[in-house]
Structure formats: C-alpha cells, structure tokens
C-alpha cells in the first residue's frame, strides 16, 4: 500500500519539479497560436485551458491506462516503477513536447513534424504509420466498450448493436466542429471518469485489500519476461505514441502557449495516475498476479473491469466505474478518427471546412474500422501496442531534432534523447522476440536491441558535440 500511495506522491511532486524544468527547455512566449490566428470554427477553435486540458485527458485515456495498466500488473508491483519513471521522463514530456511544437508550426500533425525535422522520407512513413496506428487504435476503441455497455444493457446483450451506435456516434465526433461535440460533453465525460478513478482508489485503501509492496521480482504467472514485454504491455499509462497523434489537435485550440504544462504534461500525469490506480486495484482485488491473469485470460479485459468494478464498489459504484471505463474509450476512438482525418487533409490538401471534404476522408476510415471490429480483440490489441510505443519512439527523436534546431544549449535535448534511446531499445527487441513479430531468440533480440539504441544515441551524440562546437 505504501508503494502506490508513494508513487502517487511522486507523480503530482514531478509536476510542479520536472514539468516547470521541461517548460523551460522549450520557453513558451507570448505570440499568437494557430487557435487565433487560423480559426475556422471546426478544428482551429479556441478553448479555455480548464476545457482543454479535460479534452486532452480524456482523449489519451482510452482503454490504455486501463487494460494495459491490467495486464501490466501481472508482473507485479514492478510495473509501478515504469508507470511513474515513463510518465514523467518519456510519457509527459513526449505529449507536451509534441503539442508545443506542434503549436509553433501551426497544428501540424506529428507526420508533418517528423518530416519537417527528420527529413521528408520519414514523413511520408509516419503519414501511412500514423493513419494506420490510428483506424487500429479506433477499433481496439470500438470493441472494448461494446463489450461493456452490452455487459450493463440486459436488455441489449449484443455487442454488435453497440458496435454500430459507436460507430455512428465516431461519424458525427469527427466531422462536426470541436466544440460542438467534444468541447460541449467531454467536462461531464472527465468528471465521471475522475469520480470512477478515485471510488476505485478509496476501495483499494479503505477496502479489505492487500497490495505487495514493490519488489523487482518478475511475478508474471506465465513467465514472459519483464524486457520488453512490460514496456509495451502497459503503453498508454507511460508513454504512448498515439498521444503524439492527439496533442496537435488540441494545440489547435491553446490560446495561450503558457497554458501547455497544465494541458499537456499535466494530461500525461494524472493518465498514468489512472494507470496506478487500475494496476494497484487488479493486484489488490484478485488477491495476487495470479489470479489477475487468470480472470484476463477467462473473461477477458472487458470482463475482468466488470467484476473488478462491481466486487469492489457495488452495484451502483459499479455502474459508475463501468461507465467510466467506457467514457474512456469513446473519447479516445472518436478522437482517433478525427486525427485520422486530419492528417490525411494534410496529405491531399482538402479543405476541412466544407462538410463536403470531412465527409470525403471520414466515411472510408470508419469503413475500414467497420472490417477489422471482426478481428480478434487479443491480436489488434498486441499489434496496437508495438505499433502504438514505435510511434512514440519516432516522436521522440523528432522532439530530440527539434531542440537540436531550436535551443541554445544543445544538450537540453538529453530530456527527450534519452527516453529515445530507451524506447528505441523497447520497439527493435519486442518486434524480434514477440510471438507477433519474428519470434527470434531472447539472447539476439537484447542484443540486437541494444546495438539499435546505442547506434541512434551515438548518432545523437555525434549531432550534439557538432552543434555544440559550432556554437563556440
């Protein structure tokens, strides 16, 4: 109990420590944001910083720091480790870093950033990349609360009714204006969400619960090994490339650069919050890793929420945390669409003001969505997952080429060249050994991993020394 309350602790500290040390590498001023400048009453719509920030969370907050923070908690309290440290080195600052960038060049997609700092190829992989990562983060954000909603609806126990309300209601989220949908419900949505998540923790510390304290030791029940299978597992509780997709839609909306530490690096923090919650709830309400997996593994991720929800709040504290499950999903798959959309504006140049051209790009992305809700959740899942921390890797060394460019000091980019390197590690050794990648021996994998990151971070390096002797 003490480690989750510790680490708690050490997230809300790291805001007000390392977050103002992190707005201060990039230095936000007082210039007009794209919110001001190119309003368009669809997606360049100014919102206040309170709503933005609500928007934000709730748009990162999918099933991620809720799943993924699940089958993370099967290796045991470990995981706790990973949610704090890669919240506040890699996660928080990948999603503010991202977003003030993003804002300096006019709501660009992270596409458009990587190839405008990494090189025009690697925009073009990161324009197919991203799009794709996106109809598969929209799906995995179909299925999973389906399931849920059709667990609370007796009456309505079909999931595939639900499937298609979602989908309808996705189509109406991504081609209406921001604040029309998204701006006007997503407060009432972040409310019942951070209801859910602090009924969930009274239950943990005021509950008849035991929760280890925190231990190195791998308690995986199956025994995959914590590297890297932990660091991609968890995902969005830590870091999480589709935050990149996201923070350039809300960077469209700031009106001030000075709100971005609150909107963003506050965002990332209070996801991985969640995350906690939700580990430290599934070890303490199933007793032990044990009997997490096994009730993932029988009922499912959906199923287990439920049980979860219900044993330890009740009937009604229940429905409230189920909701709130469900909320997160929603608010993250209609937003996927939305990027989606966005960035293939980018690509063909269609104007989004008329209806006529959302309409052009939205209804194939939600048609292809409509095909791969037929996939087997456990597949899209695992495949999300890598897709979703290579992206992030690649965001990264963006960030890293852009404080290169920009900052005086050339080894302030160590903030996001270091979490870099470690997720450049994590992608090229879980795409060698996992079953869904080229299942290649654990002794080649590492090492080919880690001669991956120490190649890119001496790469780094070399750019740095260049840049730094240039400027003597």
């Known amino acids: 109990m003490i480690s989750f309350l510790v680490s708690i602790a050490v997230l809300i ?73 890669g919240g506040i080195l890699a996660g928080a600052v990948h999603d503010y870093m991202i977003g003030m960038i993003s804002m300096r060049n ?67 989220a991504t081609l209406l204006p921001i604040d029309k949908v998204i701006g006007k419900f997503y407060p009432i949505f972040g409310a019942v969400m951070l209801i859910m998540a602090f009924c969930i923790t009274g239950a943990i510390i005021f509950g008849d619960y035991h929760l280890p304290e925190l231990t190195l ?46 909107v963003f690096y506050g965002a990332m923090l209070k996801e991985s ?17 044990g009997g997490l997996n096994n009730a993932l593994t029988t009922l499912g991720q959906s199923g287990t929420v439920y049980e979860m929800s219900m044993g330890m709040l009740g009937r009604f504290g229940g429905i409230l945390a189920v909701i709130g499950v469900v909320v997160c999903p929603i608010t993250s798959g209609d937003t996927a669409f939305r990027s989606a959309r966005l960035i293939l504006s980018e690509v063909t140049g269609l104007d989004q003001k008329p209806m006529k051209n959302r309409l052009l790009i939205t209804i194939p992305l939600l048609g292809i969505a409509t095909l791969l809700t037929q996939l087997d959740f456990a597949v899209l899942w695992r495949y999300f997952s890598w897709s979703n921390q290579t992206l992030a890797m690649i965001a990264l060394w963006t960030i890293t080429a852009y404080l290169l460019r920009e900052n005086k000091n050339p080894w302030a980019s160590l903030i996001s060249a270091v979490p870099g390197t470690f997720m450049t590690a994590v992608s090229v050794t ?10 290649l021996g654990r002794g080649f994998s590492y090492t080919a991993g880690a001669v991956a990151a120490t190649a890119v971070f001496a790469i780094y390096l070399f750019h740095a020394g260049r840049k730094k002797k240039l400027g003597k």
């Not at 805001?15 to 201060?24: A, K, L, M, N, Q």
């Not at 001001?36 to 669809?42: E, F, H, N, Q």
């Open 430 to 439: 879980y795409i060698l050994i996992a079953k869904e990648g080229l299942r």
């Open 13 to 85: 500290i790291a805001y007000h420590t390392f977050g103002r040390i992190v707005d201060g590498v990039f230095a936000p001023d007082e210039r007009d944001t794209p919110a001001v400048t190119k309003s368009d009453g669809v997606d360049f719509v100014p919102m206040k910083a309170w709503k933005a920030f609500l928007v934000e969370l709730l748009n990162i907050a999918g099933t991620g720091p809720i799943f993924g923070a699940l089958m993370g908690a099967c290796f045991g309290p470990v995981v706790f480790i990973w949610i704090v440290i």
């Open 273 to 289: 919050v969640i995350a906690l919650v939700w580990a430290a709830g599934g070890v303490a309400f199933y007793g032990a890793t």
């Open 106 to 172: 006019n709501g660009e997609s992270i596409a458009e950033l990587s190839g405008r700092y990494l090189g025009k190829p690697l925009m073009w992989v990161m324009r197919v990349f991203s799009v794709l990562l996106l109809i598969l983060t929209g799906t995995v954000f179909v299925n999973s609360p389906a399931a849920l909603i059709a667990d609370l609806t007796p009456w309505a126990n079909d999931t595939m009714v639900w499937v298609v309300v979602i989908l309808a209601y996705y189509i109406l």
């Open 217 to 262: 030791e791998n308690l995986h029940p199956e025994g995959l090994p914590i590297w890297p299978y932990m660091f991609v597992t968890v995902a969005c509780g830590a870091i999480s490339g589709f935050h990149a997709t996201q923070a350039p839609m809300i960077s469209k909306c700031l009106m001030k650069e000075s709100d971005g530490k609150h």
